[in-house]
């Protein structure tokens, strides 16, 4: 869960030119932040880096920004001086912008201004009570009776898949319904770094955007991903890999193919993947014997950690690890982001599904084996 709310990370947006000081393009906002302290403002460059551009202090309880012109829309962060609650963003295009700081709560800041703005506040309203629901959830997974409780574990599973599915679908929407904001531009680098959508899906949603959009420096990242990751995209040949067993032999993806195959990216340390582990033990028992071979790829750190979890959850099946956490060579490869990630292959080593789970991924097996 912990990857779920990627906070825009990783984004070049366009945020350039000269101040304009009227009045059209300001930000005034209250404040409840201590008389005569610091508001940092800066922008993205085309890195993704923060670049200041400016330092107003709070006076009477207000703080007036001069914004800088733009001829698409920019990315505003302001940083409060002493306040390690975090940033406000904003987007800016060439408009004014009114609302209320709080300082002690920056996540029930409200500030309005152009449409994109405002639907910034629609998307981060939505993300705060996504966050809110994420964590009761984390909760219930925390519970030591899922390992020995099979049922309790596939209903949190069913209801953890539901509140993926209900934050997937607001996201596409708001971007297929806003092809040229960049709010969308950037709700779509989050659904990158969260790596729970075929990349098929996402050129779509990308070719979807408009040309600004997709001409910003986030925007050029995005058709980078695609185009790097094509090779890893279903109907793709999966990549042939080679690393040790828990026995110190090696062993290739080649080698453990069978009629369909399973990769699975996982670590002993991840709770989630040991969750799903159930399941997939379920569904190797139930079509090993038919043809379905799995190959776990582990991101663990140590040996023992690592073959302690393959004996404590039964995983029967192939195993290798380069024990080098998310610098593993074949999860770079595989463009592996989050974990459990899972690609599915028939038996000529196609890519034919990616990040299935539960009985979606055991349906999809029982497909391809003619069952």
């Known amino acids: 869960m912990k990857k779920l709310f990627l906070l825009f990370t990783s984004l070049g947006l366009i945020a350039c030119g000269s101040k304009n000081n009227d009045n059209d393009n300001t930000l005034m906002a209250s404040i409840d932040a201590e008389e005569g302290s610091a508001v940092y403002f800066s922008t993205l ?48 295009e060439n408009e004014k912008i009114e609302g209320e700081i709080h300082a002690d709560s920056l996540s029930k800041t409200d500030l309005k201004g152009g449409d994109n703005q405002d639907l910034l506040q629609e998307y981060m309203h939505f993300l705060n009570k996504q966050q809110k629901a994420g964590k009761a959830l984390s909760e219930k997974f ?52 969260m ?20 001409s910003t420096p986030a925007g050029k990242r995005i058709a980078t991903f695609i185009k790097t990751n094509e090779a890893t995209s279903e109907g793709s040949m999966a990549p042939d890999f080679t690393a040790k067993t828990p026995e110190g032999e090696d062993l290739s993806l080649k080698d453990a193919m069978g009629e369909v195959t399973l990769i699975d990216f996982w670590a002993a340390w991840c709770k989630p993947c040991r969750m799903e582990n159930p ?93």
């Open 45 to 92: 460059n085309d890195n993704g880096s923060p670049e200041p551009k400016d330092t107003v202090l709070v006076k009477d309880g207000k703080i007036n920004l001069a914004l800088p012109k733009t001829d698409y829309q920019g990315l505003g962060i302001l940083k409060l001086e002493n306040n390690a609650n975090g940033n406000v963003l904003f987007v800016y």
């Open 142 to 193: 925390r519970n030591p009776e899922l390992q020995e409780n099979p049922a309790l574990a596939s209903q949190l599973n069913e209801e953890r898949d539901a509140f993926i599915e209900k934050e997937s679908k607001f996201r596409k929407e708001l971007i297929k319904n806003n092809p040229n904001s960049l709010v969308s531009v950037m709700i779509l680098s989050d659904m990158l770094n």
């Open 195 to 214: 790596n729970r959508s075929s990349l098929p899906e996402i050129k779509s949603l990308y070719e979807g955007l408009s040309d600004k959009a997709q």
């Open 279 to 371: 399941n997939v033990v379920k569904m190797y028992n139930k079509y090993h014997d038919k043809g379905l071979n799995i190959i776990g790829v582990s991101l663990d750190k140590t040996k023992d950690a690592w073959v302690k979890a393959i004996e404590d959850d039964q995983l029967d099946w192939y195993h290798v690890s380069n024990l080098k956490y998310w610098n593993d060579p074949i999860a770079k490869m595989y463009q592996v982001r989050s974990i459990p990630s899972t690609f599915l292959l028939d038996k000529d080593g196609k890519i034919v599904a990616k990040n299935l789970r539960g009985q979606a991924l055991e349906n999809k097996v029982a497909e391809l084996l003619g069952e």
